[in-house]
Antibody, heavy 122, light 108 residues
Framework: QVQLVESGGGVVQPGRSLRLSCAGS????????MHWVRQAPGKGLEWVAV????????YYGDFVKGRFTISRDNSKNTLYLQMNSLRPEDTAMYYC???????????????WGQGTLVTVSS | EIVMTQSPATLSVSPGERATLSCRAS??????LAWYQQKPGQAPRLLIY???TRATDIPARFSGSGSGTEFTLTISSLQSEDFAIYYC??????????FGQGTKLEIK
């Protein structure tokens, strides 16, 4: 079955960087767009970024403001989120999610990974 | 950016009764709307897409309706495992794909 496994979360100081990874299996990874969605503790869901099947098209939530970069390595069936200049308000569970489309165009999200927790604190 | 607004924030319903959750979009999203269920400590799970199509393995007691700006998720006869937080989300063509703030469905 389709499985997404995130890794790379942890505790990081404000202003530092972190790279999240998401390994996909059970489907043809290179054929689908992929998203990152985050959830601050006790809060709702916030869409972060999307990347097309080939990595050529990307789009970010406004709050990213050039700090985050989504990328993928289809040879490794892996999605990434490089997060720079981290702020305390970036503290959240970060979920990797599969799109039903190859492009960045609209699609429902299914399935979701189990998430990786990022804590930004001094 | 399209703003999604869910109501009520919290809904108290007895097991076996019907629950009706609402979601409103600030502009038309056609039928490009999904519903997700999230239980404590778990990732969200897709329930409904295309406003009314149940996802794989979702019980028939879950149904979605609406189009344009007004949407409804109905759970016909609540089971104990249905008490959770429910989110709507639009995916109308172009990002950002915003979520509603969620409705917490609790046991009355």
């Amino acid at each position: 079955q389709v499985q997404l496994v995130e890794s790379g979360g942890g505790v990081v100081q404000p202003g530092r960087s972190l790279r999240l990874s998401c390994a996909g299996s059970g489907f043809t990874f290179s054929s689908y767009g992929m998203h990152w969605v985050r959830q601050a503790p006790g809060k709702g869901l916030e869409w972060v970024a999307v990347i097309s099947y080939d990595g050529n098209n990307k789009y970010y939530g406004d709050f990213v403001k050039g700090r985050f970069t989504i990328s993928r390595d289809n040879s490794k069936n892996t999605l990434y989120l490089q997060m720079n200049s981290l702020r305390p308000e970036d503290t959240a569970m970060y979920y990797c999610v599969k799109s039903e489309k190859a492009t960045i165009m609209g699609s429902w999200f299914d399935p979701w990974g189990q998430g990786t927790l990022v804590t930004v604190s001094s | 950016e399209i703003v999604m607004t869910q109501s009520p924030a919290t809904l108290s319903v007895s097991p076996g009764e019907r629950a009706t959750l609402s979601c409103r979009a600030s502009q038309s999203v056609s039928s490009n709307l999904a519903w997700y269920q999230q239980k404590p400590g778990q990732a969200p799970r897709l329930l409904i897409y295309g406003a009314s199509t149940r996802a794989t393995d979702i019980p028939a007691r879950f149904s979605g309706s609406g189009s344009g700006t007004e949407f409804t998720l109905t759970i016909s006869s609540l089971q104990s495992e249905d008490f959770a937080i429910y989110y709507c989300q639009h995916y109308n063509t172009w990002p950002p794909y915003t979520f509603g703030q969620g409705t917490k469905l609790e046991i009355k």
